[in-house]
């Protein structure tokens, strides 16, 4: 059974920085795309970002490019999402996700429960 266990979350000042961790279990890590989606108040479940298997290709929502980044480390069955200059709209439930194959695509077959991010003003 698949298992993504996010955490890293919680309280931060606008611009500041936090990073969130994603541990996997269950499959073979190494072999599948991870990412990052999240979801605040009220709103649509938004895409941050994501990586291949391998950590060669990263993609970005428009919303976070140039402010966050996303990498992983296979050894440790571990994906990261570094935020930084963070504003009060990252505030939202982050959430980890799995791939169904080795690449970046519109397919997430595995959700972890999710860890809070809020920003203040």
Known sequence: QVQLVESG???????????????ASGRTFSSYAMGWFRQAP????DFVAAINWSGASTRFGESVAGRFTISRDN?????????????????AV?????????????DWD???????????S
Do not use: F, H, I
């Not at 069955?77 to 009060?88: E, I, R």
């Open 75 to 91: 050894a440790k069955n571990t994906v990261y999402l570094q935020m930084t200059s963070l504003k009060p709209e990252d505030t």
């Open 110 to 120: 595995y959700w972890g429960q999710g860890t809070q991010v809020t920003v203040s």
């Open 42 to 45: 009220g709103k649509e479940r």
């Open 94 to 106: 982050y959430y980890c996700v799995g791939g169904s194959s080795r690449y970046v695509g519109p």
């Open 9 to 23: 979350g919680g309280l931060v000042q606008a611009g500041g920085s936090l990073r969130l961790s994603c541990a």
